[in-house]
């Protein structure tokens, strides 16, 4: 079972950018694809965006073109890069990981994921 590990969430002021990692702890992040999710206070936890195994990459509308998500398979590890950040982008984000689905939409959905991170806090001030 896949343990995920998110970093680099915090307090920052709008405008301004910042950028998520998350790490797989066993060397097989090529078997999955990954997909971010946040949640704010009060709220259900929302797609935001998500990359297959070979690289297709899915954005929610509220951050396209604002927000790129990448992997680096060598380090395990797969990254969340928020440009132009408001105060409504303040949530806990979640990586997820989950195995390979015949479409690629269905990485939009939160069933999709087998396997979630403990989720890293982004706070961002007006």
Known sequence: QVQLVETGGRLVQAGNSLTLSCRASDGTWNMYA??????????EREFVAAISRNGLQLYADPVKGRFTTSRDISRDTGYLVLHNLTPDDTGVYYCAAAEPKAAATTYRRLAAYEYWGQGTQVTVSS
Do not use: L
């Open 34 to 43: 990954m997909g971010w999710f946040r949640q704010a206070p009060g709220k």
